[in-house]
């Protein structure tokens, strides 16, 4: 069993920063591939970003490339997402998600989800 749980989320200006985290509990978390979604309301959860196991393959939905960037620690058993010139389409609940085996962006492939952040960009 793998728990997630999100941090970092607030309210920025348009133009700011935020870096959320996700902390994991359990043994194998340097085993899983690693995921960031968000939902804004009224639309369904999205892919914003995926990381494998150690880092080396990453990837980001359009709309956030070149803006986010995801990470993680395997020693601190935590994931990152730092998000910069963040846009007020970015306003959102953010969840970190984890899964055993290839990293992928497919929402209903992922096994374990943490209770989500709230990101609020105001313009």
């Known amino acids: 069993q793998v728990q997630l749980v999100e941090s970092g989320g607030g309210l920025v200006q348009a133009g700011g920063s935020l870096r959320l985290s996700c902390a994991a509990s359990?043994?194998?978390?340097?085993?899983?591939?690693m995921g960031w979604f968000r939902q804004a309301p009224g639309k369904e959860r999205e892919f914003v970003a995926a990381?494998?196991?150690?880092?080396?393959?990453?990837y980001y939905v359009d709309s956030v490339k070149g803006r986010f960037t995801i990470s993680r620690d395997n020693a601190k058993k935590t994931m990152y997402l730092q998000m910069n010139s963040l846009e007020s389409e970015d306003t959102a609940v953010y969840y970190c998600?984890?899964?055993?085996?290839?990293?992928?962006?497919?929402?209903?492939?992922?096994?374990?989800w943490g209770q989500g952040t709230q990101v609020t960009v105001s313009s």
């Open positions: 359990g043994r194998t978390f340097s085993t899983y591939s």
């Open positions: 998600a984890s899964r055993k085996g290839v990293v992928v962006t497919t929402r209903h492939e992922y096994d374990y």
């Open positions: 990381i494998n196991w150690n880092g080396g393959r990453t």
